[in-house]
């Protein structure tokens, strides 16, 4: 096929256009992920205003859509292993677009719940998927830099939902906000119109004979304390941030005062510094290896949210903010790449949505957990208390992850 993706072996060191147009289209999906879900913690105050929400039940609306992420993610990736990355990523875009908009038309909690759970489904299948395709598209000496561009896709959904919020919310509500939560959808929709399936996935489904994927996650000792490590990482690096972003606003509100878009300003340079680690990271994966880039970070993660904790004035939060998010957030740039060198083709989406998504369904509980922190400790306590997990991160890392720098894909 004369537009089709080339695989590691295929391409040598080349970076092709149709790998950049997976890189490209994957990075819009993954924005429209991080887009959904900050909005979602701006529009929290206002949903719970108009439709008698207490603490408990906005917190549980970040954690119904991430638990939605894991059954889509567990269903999309299999069926991405089996018939295809491009079309199963358009199936999870299409169910996504259409119960986000139907989340404006909720009338109560319940409503609501059902239709973000749903729509987190579709959420689910955007990562992984994405991120198979784009390390099937790649060289290995440039893997973990193209995961790390799709993880900046992220960053840059919700750096524009921080920007756009405070202007549209006023406005148009955040019935409205769901509306415009769907744009992202479409254009990723589009977008994806325009991919083939790499082409190291139909050389490899081709030829070798289906199994089960899940199976492959847990074929023997080694793999399965590699995906035992995966999900420790995963479910840090999702609990810290989903238990930082989704309160920060309120925070900033509650405790200075600041408006809408103050709390957005704040926001917006904490998210930036996560980009500036998420590129950082990349490139310092491929230079010198998976192992060392991961430790460096999660020792700056522990230290880093353990100084943001004690700080007092909000220019030192603004600061602090940004370097707390170079470390706790820059790591998501090399998730994509060492689970694609972890596991075959045959199961390396699955692997990428399972994992990663179980990730996200105990990050979910990130928010509920500072809440319930931050009424009987206060929410400097209980930002305290998240450098514990990566503690914990680099134990797991440490013992149970190999290093897999410049693998072929098999």
Known sequence: MSNSLHSTSLAGDAVTPAARRALIGSAVGYAMD??????????????????????AQSATLVTATLFGAVIGGVGFGMLSDRIGRVKVLTYSILIFAIFTGLCALAQGYW???????????GLGGEFGIGMA??????????????????GLGWQAGVLAAALVTPLLLPMIGWRGMFVVGMLPAVAAFFIRRGLDEPELFVARTASAPKQSAL??????????????????????????YFGVMIWLPNYLSSRFGFGLTQSATW??????????GIYIFGMVADLIGRRPAFLTWMVGSAVMVLVYSRLG???????????????????LGGYGALM??????????????????IGRAVGGLGPVAIAAWTKDYGFDTAIALLSLIYVLDIVAFWFLIPERRGAELT
């Open 34 to 55: 991080g887009f959904d879900l900050l909005i979602l913690g701006f529009m929290l105050r206002a949903i719970s205003a108009e439709l008698g929400f207490g603490p």
């Open 111 to 121: 409503s609501l719940l059902a239709f973000r759970t749903i729509a987190g489904t």
């Open 133 to 150: 395709m784009v390390a099937e598209a790649w060289p290995a000496s440039k893997r973990a830099r193209a995961s790390s561009y799709v």
């Open 215 to 240: 199976k492959l996650l847990v074929k023997d000792g080694p793999t399965m304390r590699a995906s035992l490590g995966m999900v420790v990482l995963c479910s840090v690096q999702n609990f810290g």
């Open 267 to 276: 926001t917006a340079v904490t998210i930036l510094g996560m980009a500036l």
């Open 313 to 331: 004035t909000p220019n030192a939060l603004l600061i602090g903010g940004a370097t707390m998010g170079f470390f706790v957030n820059g790591m």
């Open 340 to 357: 694609s060198e972890l596991y075959p083709t045959a199961a390396r989406a699955t692997a990428q949505n399972v994992l990663f998504n």
